[in-house]
């Protein structure tokens, strides 16, 4: 019964979009609710049987290295610090 989360969490891990609805009409011998509820349920345990470590990162990270690179190129050393500040709380 956990061949159906392992396949739904490889595609997640290979990016290969797929909806939840998408997936389970793929699961004839179930009612479409009811798979759902299966492997939804079924992929967080699968992750921590497989010790996955999940990283979000935040969307302002990248903005640390474009301060950085207008720092180097510019000079302007305040402001930059204070933006960096600014975006190392956001994170």
Do not use: W
């Not at 979000?56 to 960096?84: F, Q």
């Amino acid at each position: 019964m956990l061949r159906y989360p392992c396949v739904y969490l490889a595609c997640k891990v290979e990016e290969f979009n797929v909806t939840i609805s998408d997936f389970v009409t793929n699961m004839p011998q179930f009612d479409p609710q009811e798979a759902v509820d299966i492997v939804l349920s079924q992929e967080l345990l699968l992750m921590q049987m497989l010790y996955y470590h999940l990283t979000v990162h935040s969307p302002y990270r990248p903005v640390e290295g474009l301060l950085i690179d207008i720092k180097v190129h510019t000079g302007y050393m305040a402001d930059i610090l204070a933006l960096l500040s600014f975006t190392a709380a956001m994170d």
